[in-house]
């Protein structure tokens, strides 16, 4: 299969998850496929619905804009690096870099890897005083010693 093509795919497969369609999203994986993600690792379609659904649940409202080299795509496997931009069911905005690692089998999905810093994320969407000095307090001593 052509590098456009695989490359269309990833993009049709992330507008689908974005939109919280969990049958379309599905329909891009392989029956075996498995989707490895900060939240856990879930294998064969069934697995991932119940993952899927409950992103479209908790973040019904979901972006992928490029960044970095985009997409990229090697025989089987590509790379898509982007900015992952959601918004959760409480209304709380969040971005954050992301990279996505995929393997395909006759078109389909078959492996499909997510990394972000959930970090990031958390410390975004903390609420209250506690939790932001939580966050703060843990990315400073990661830091310490850089500035």
């Known amino acids: 299969m052509s590098e456009e093509k695989l490359g269309s795919i990833i993009r049709d497969f992330a507008e689908a998850f974005g939109e919280g369609d969990v049958e379309k999203t599905l329909s891009f994986l392989t029956e075996d496929a498995v989707w490895v993600t900060p939240e856990g690792t879930f294998k064969g379609k069934e ?15 979901k972006k992928f804009s490029d960044a970095g080299i985009g997409i990229m795509v090697s025989g089987n496997r590509a790379v898509h690096e982007h ?6 069911s409480q209304g709380m905005r969040f971005e954050t870099p992301a990279i996505c690692v995929y393997e395909f089998s006759d078109g389909k999905i078959q492996h499909h890897r997510a990394l972000l810093d959930r970090l990031s994320v958390c410390e975004q969407v903390a609420s209250g005083w506690i939790e932001k000095q939580v966050f703060r307090s843990i990315v400073n001593s990661w830091e310490k010693g850089l500035n």
């Open 47 to 61: 697995e991932i619905r119940r993952f899927v659904t409950w992103a479209a649940q908790t973040s019904p409202h």
């Open 83 to 88: 900015i992952f931009e959601a918004v959760n």
